[in-house]
């Protein structure tokens, strides 16, 4: 990726970041870990917004704007060509939030990809992708159909992995500074 790609990659991760920390999306308040647990509870629905972005591309290349009442006047008093202007900004507005979005499902995959093959792994699909309770989870526990073998947890078994499992996608989604969360419950 070239330098100016990186750049404006991050540019726009900033901007993000800045409009949800304002329209309280994202509270300065909460963990990393709960940052996490709030993606991971969302994936699907950061997933489909994907195609959702893609769908509202098309409409605007096929259909445009939408029309203004005829028996509305507007005055203008800029020479610029305000609706082409505007579609313009719609569709790279639609454009750069769906680019986001994949960069950040790339890396919510990556940081899921990495422990894929902990035993405890069924502990996230079951907890986030199908709202499992812990206590669900436990008895799948006794026999979990990915690990083919009894593993014989218990509730606490599996909030105690569910916690270290998190925390690891917490550190490969955030860096340095998830680290500074999990040292706090350390210390």
């Known amino acids: 990726m070239e330098k100016d790609d990186k750049k404006l990659i991050n540019e726009t991760v900033q901007e993000t970041l800045k409009i949800?920390?304002?329209?309280?999306?994202?509270?300065?308040?909460?963990?990393y870990f709960q940052k996490t647990e709030k993606l991971l509870y969302n994936y699907r629905a950061i997933k489909?917004?994907?195609?959702?972005?893609?769908?509202?591309?098309?409409?605007?290349?096929?259909?445009?704007?939408?029309?203004?009442?005829?028996?509305?006047v507007m005055y203008s008093?800029?020479?610029?060509?305000a609706e082409g202007d505007t579609y313009i900004d719609i569709k790279e507005g639609y454009q750069r939030a769906k680019g986001i979005t994949e960069w950040l499902i790339?890396?919510?995959?990556?940081?899921?990809?990495?422990?894929?093959?902990?035993?405890?792994?069924?502990?996230i699909e079951g907890k986030y992708f199908n709202n499992m309770t812990i206590e669900d989870l436990a008895e799948?526990?006794?026999f979990s159909l990915v690990n083919k073998?009894?593993?014989g947890s218990?509730?606490?078994?599996?909030?105690?992995?569910?916690?270290r499992l998190v925390e690891k996608i917490t550190i490969t989604?955030?860096?340095?500074?998830?680290?500074e969360d999990i040292c706090e419950d350390i210390i």
């Open 173 to 179: 989604l955030f860096g340095a500074g998830a680290l």
């Open 48 to 72: 489909d917004s994907i195609q959702h972005k893609e769908d509202e591309i098309k409409y605007l290349e096929e259909n445009g704007l939408p029309q203004k009442s005829k028996s509305i």
């Open 106 to 123: 790339k890396k919510i995959d990556n940081a899921l990809e990495k422990i894929k093959k902990d035993k405890y792994y069924f502990i």
């Open 149 to 151: 073998r009894k593993l």
């Open 140 to 142: 799948c526990a006794d």
């Open 154 to 163: 218990s509730d606490r078994t599996i909030q105690r992995n569910k916690k």
């Open 77 to 81: 008093t800029s020479s610029r060509n």
């Open 20 to 31: 949800l920390l304002q329209s309280n999306k994202i509270n300065h308040s909460i963990s």
